[in-house]
């Protein structure tokens, strides 16, 4: 029998807590690196995990840290899941104390894998894509809010399964991530409005806002040659279309290719709720770049960081703007 690695989760925020959870409940050997405050909380109440099929399970006797020498000593897989802005300095923790570990990277965005590279030569890294949502329902109680399975580079992973969690080995990683990457730029639109996301996407005129920002988005990937590829069931070429369908329709269309409930918000607006940095620079942001590299504009996904990065700086939480609010200007 192969004996399984011991795994670190390189930070414990909502889709660390879930990841890591549902391995530790499969029996994983399981360490997390976290805030010091979310290591008291997990303490005092434990880990609870839950999601919209019923999936509850409470974890108590985690370990869990907020010091990298201890989370990572002995891991022979490192799961990292911090911001993209704290990839560099989560790398350097890594290459000090697990230089010999499997790294997959399970962040947003396109380059992550790239960055853990250049700190962790020599090392097997490999890039991830979490399709679903998780959102924080209250101290240490992490909801998975839509489906998907995570998808890894391929190539010899241990083998991660477990209900309510299945991994999958994909050959075409980057082009998965520039398709999450189109989905993920919803964030923004998400954050700014303060709304469910499911009662966005009961609204016409929100949906059209995302379709035209997507659309805007598609352009630039042809232009720059990037065929994105589906990270769901449905293309992303096709959905900025769906998204444009009448309410009725959408919704019948919808049904067969999403599975979301009333508790999916988006990390933007969890980021912006918590008064922290977002990821913007990292999906619009690499819109924008391709955009700029090519001659090209891409307005409304410029309006989106604009947007988002004065929500930041006021630090209120999310603004809770509307769709002729947003569409200004851009």
Known sequence: MVKRPS?????AGSIGCFVGGVLADAGHDVRFLARAGMVAA??????????????????????????????FGGAGLILVCVKVGDTQDMARHIARHAPEAQVVSLQNGVGNAPALRA????????????PFNVVTEGPCHMHRASSGDILVE?????????????WLSVDNIEAVQWGKLLINLGNAINALSDMPLLDQLHDRAWRALMADQMAEALKV????????????????RLIPAILRLPTPLFRRVAAQML?????????????????RKTEIDALQGAILHLAE???RQAPLNARMR????????????PPGLSVSQIRQLA
């Open 42 to 71: 997990c303490a005092e109440h434990g880990l609870r995990l839950t999601d919209y099929t019923g999936f509850d399970i409470h974890l108590t006797d985690l370990v869990m840290n907020d010091d990298p020498a201890v989370a």
């Open 154 to 166: 391929a190539g010899p992973i241990p083998d991660l399964s477990a209900d309510p969690l299945q």
């Open 259 to 275: 599975t979301i409930d009333a508790h999916a918000r988006s990390s933007m607006w969890d980021d912006l709720k918590r008064g």
């Open 221 to 236: 990937l042809k232009v720059a040659g990037i065929r994105p590829a589906k990270p769901t069931a449905v293309s992303p």
């Open 7 to 11: 795994i670190a989760i390189a930070g």
């Open 293 to 295: 590299h090519h001659g």
């Open 119 to 130: 700190v962790l030569t020599g090392a097997d890294v490999r890039a991830g894509m979490v």
């Open 306 to 317: 604009t947007l988002i990065r004065a929500a930041e700086a006021e630090g209120y939480g």
